[in-house]
């Protein structure tokens, strides 16, 4: 892993309770059930930028439009409940409990997925089914049948050549890299409860990114070598290397171009920056936007990021323990 002192304290600063609390867990091996990372899992909507999102949260559980949990990008309720998931909030707080479910009852589809109401598509959303079964596991509906509906609904549309699409009748079986929410999804369930049909899933998702050696398909793009966070539903090779190392291919020698990516993007100081705040228009990125969605941001972009160091040692901790 190879960080330093210094480092590592910066990111257990107590300003910033849900780094602290990753930190402990992922860099420092804690137990869960410690009574220090429950301390620090405690103050996580008390400090800190889980307190600063939860500031603006209408009384019904919303941000922005309660009609429109989707819109607009990217401060809507749906990707500010993506971000306090991550950030280690569960239902047993009154305010991520509404939210979850608003999604649930409003987002879940017959088929077993999710989409938004009123959709006009036949079948649910990739991307938006596989960021909410992954974020209402996290806040803990991970018994509830809608849940582990769109877990199954994930391994059916899986694509032929082990990918997904988010465009499921254009795609013609061919899997893209931006459509990384199922295998992340799949990520933070527990081992126990990968049945065999979520397992042959996950190893044919994997082949599909190491074989694209996590960010080599079409021509290069130049986004995908930028680091992000929130991610939304956009795809970055830190992206890639935290789920499939969380996955268990911390030792899959394909993984060495993306951890070269990784070692180059490091700064003296052993940190890494948060290059760019999505929408990433940035050099390589070939689109534009007729009105350019609502950025939301943690961090200062640009600047030394806690979250992205966060997810850089651990990744690197992987590989250093599966070699």
Not at 34 to 51: C, D, K, L, Y
Not at 124 to 130: A, I, N, Q, R, Y
Not at 267 to 273: I, P, R, V
Request: net charge positive; with cysteine.
């Amino acid at each position: 892993m190879n960080s330093n002192p210094k480092l590592l304290d910066w990111l257990l600063e107590r300003s910033q309770p849900a780094v602290r609390y990753r930190a402990l867990l992922d860099l420092l091996d804690y137990a869960p059930e410690s009574r220090e990372v429950q301390a620090v899992r405690a103050n996580i909507a008390r400090t800190g930028w889980a307190h600063d999102v939860l500031k603006s949260q209408e009384t019904q559980g919303n941000w922005e439009s309660r009609q429109n949990l989707y819109l607009p990008k990217y401060t809507a309720t749906i990707w500010r409940l993506l971000v306090l998931a991550n950030l280690g909030l569960t239902k047993s707080d009154p305010r991520i409990l509404k939210p979850c479910e608003m999604f649930l009852s409003e987002y879940h589809r017959v088929d077993g997925g999710f989409d938004v109401p009123g959709s006009k598509w036949s079948r649910s959303e990739l991307c938006l089914t596989g960021n909410l079964a992954r974020s209402l596991l996290l806040c803990g509906f991970g018994g509830d049948s809608r849940v582990r509906s769109a877990f199954d609904w994930l391994v059916r549309n899986q694509m032929e050549d082990g990918g997904w699409h988010c465009m499921y009748e254009r795609a013609f079986g061919r899997g893209t890299l931006d459509c990384w929410e199922a295998l992340s999804a799949f990520a933070v369930l527990p081992r126990q409860k990968w049945n065999r049909g979520l397992k042959r899933s996950i190893e044919k998702g994997a082949e599909f990114y190491l074989g694209h050696e996590l960010f080599k398909q079409g021509r290069p793009y130049l986004p995908w070598l930028r680091f992000h966070y929130p991610v939304h539903y956009y795809y970055d090779v830190l992206v890639g290397l935290d789920v499939l190392t969380s996955l268990g291919y911390a030792d899959d020698k394909r993984l060495k171009p993306a951890l070269n990516v990784l070692a180059k993007k490091r700064l003296s100081d052993g940190s890494w920056a948060l290059d760019a705040v999505h929408p990433d228009i940035g050099s390589g990125a070939g689109y534009r936007f007729r009105v350019r969605p609502k950025r939301f941001a943690l961090e200062e972009e640009g600047r030394p990021s806690k979250w992205i160091t966060l997810t850089a040692l651990r990744v690197l901790k992987r590989v250093d323990e599966a070699s």
